[in-house]
Nanobody, 114 residues
């Protein structure tokens, strides 16, 4: 079973940048399609970016052109580069398989505010 731990969140001003990291355990990571999800207060968790085992990517319209998902299978790591952050990007961010089938981690809080 693959387990994940997210990190890299924080408080940033509108227009700022953050890079989230997802550290995964287990040998299956490299064959899994993965994704970054987020959950804002009072809203359902949503997929914001996905990446296949081979590196193909897809994005929610709300983050397209601002966020970049990537992975390093040799290091069992996945990343989310977030640029031009907006207040509406404020949420707890999680990584999981896509579709989600792993145990959810604790996530990492991203707050965009002036």
């Amino acid at each position: 079973q693959v387990q994940v731990v997210e990190s890299g969140g924080g408080l940033v001003q509108p227009g700022g940048t953050l890079r989230l990291s997802c550290a995964a355990s287990g040998t299956l990571f490299k064959v899994l399609a993965m994704g970054w999800y987020r959950q804002a207060p009072g809203k359902q968790r949503e997929l914001v970016a996905g990446i296949t085992s081979g590196g193909g990517t897809n994005y929610a319209d709300s983050v397209k052109g601002r966020f970049t998902i990537s992975r390093d299978n040799a290091k069992n790591m996945m990343y989310l580069q977030m640029n031009s952050l907006k207040p509406e990007d404020t949420a707890v961010y999680y990584c999981n398989a896509n579709p989600s089938r792993l145990t959810w981690g604790q996530g990492t809080q991203v707050t965009v505010s002036s």
